[in-house]
């Protein structure tokens, strides 16, 4: 497959209407999102995510509650967890080449899709809802020089403009619970190469609990999102030609991060939410890895 000039393409784009109400409904969510929490972080260093952290907090880093840049280490600090995030991700990828096309469904401002490319060194492609994140993403791909080979597109994650199995990698990192499992991974099925990897991260409400807790039912609120329990996402994987290869808890890993943004400035009113899910075990924060068979 050879995919249009980055440049050429965004002067040209054709922005497609919603396939469904609910689909409009999101592009509208995030293109007037404005919560100052992903930009914030962002600033750290230039890597603008949607998505949270994992890994211990460095009390050391952040040194002193009542010194007057103490803020300034927690929000910091708060971007290296979830950039760890990503670069957990980016081990499942398995060997990736430098020819080779990688897909970022849901890429929001494109932090992962940068890191992805700074990594293996080849073509990124992220597809979003959102006009706003996608200008974003690509406005930050010219700033860094690397816009002949980082994209966002505006489009459906359920119906993408790439060629059926040209694809070595693709990834969901936090966007699979605005989409259908089922129609979602016939998706990256379909664009994926034979051993191809796909990746997700994600939260999700645990069967073993019995339903969905109040806490996940705040989630859906906040976020205008359908969470989906765990049994869900390796059924749906399985049906498509997905073959589970690694499952990690991340549940553990994430508290940290949930806990330490409760106490700065960057609060949103769900973090307790996801704090009292994740502890009375009714949500869980997974990466699940899925070759393509």
């Keep these: 497959m050879t995919l ?41 260093d230039g890597l603008y995510h949607h998505h949270y952290g994992i890994g211990d907090v460095d009390h050391a880093a952040l040194g002193d509650p009542t010194a007057a840049d103490y803020e300034q280490k927690l929000v910091a600090e708060l971007h290296r967890l979830e950039s760890a995030q990503a670069e957990l991700l980016l081990d499942h990828l398995g060997p990736i080449q430098r020819d080779d096309v990688l897909v970022d469904a849901g890429c929001g401002r494109g932090g992962t899709m940068v890191m992805a490319h700074q990594r293996f060194g080849c073509q990124v492609e992220g597809v979003t809802l959102s006009v706003k994140q996608a200008d974003f993403a690509n406005g930050r791909a010219g700033e860094l020089g690397i816009d002949k ?43 994926l190469s ?36 765990r049994r869900e996402y390796l059924r749906a994987m399985v049906d498509n030609r997905l073959v589970p290869q690694t499952i990690v808890d991340l549940t553990p890993a994430t508290l940290p991060y949930w806990e330490l943004r409760a106490t700065s400035s960057l609060v949103t009113g769900i973090e307790n939410a996801f704090i009292n899910s994740y502890r009375d075990g009714s949500f869980q924060y997974l990466l699940i890895a899925a070759d393509r068979v």
Excluded at 4 to 25: F, L, N, S
Excluded at 151 to 176: I, K
Excluded at 202 to 219: A, D, E, H, L, R
Aim: aromatic letters at 10%; proline letters at 7%; hydrophobic letters at 35%.
């Design 4 to 44: 249009p000039d980055v440049t050429t393409a965004r002067d040209t784009i054709t922005i497609p209407a919603p396939a469904t109400p609910y689909q409009g409904d999101i592009a509208r969510y995030w293109n007037h999102e404005a919560r100052p929490v992903n930009l914030r972080l962002g600033d750290v």
């Design 149 to 191: 080979s980082v994209r966002a597109q505006v489009c459906n994650m359920l119906g993408t403009p790439f060629d059926t199995g040209q694809v070595a990698a693709s990834w969901n990192n936090e966007s699979s619970m605005y989409v259908d499992l089922e129609d979602l991974f016939a998706e990256h099925s379909r664009i």
């Design 194 to 229: 034979v051993g191809g990897r796909y990746v997700t991260i994600t939260g999700c409400w645990n069967p073993v609990y019995g339903q969905p807790s109040k806490w996940v039912s705040q989630i859906n609120a906040h976020f205008e999102c359908n969470i989906h329990s």
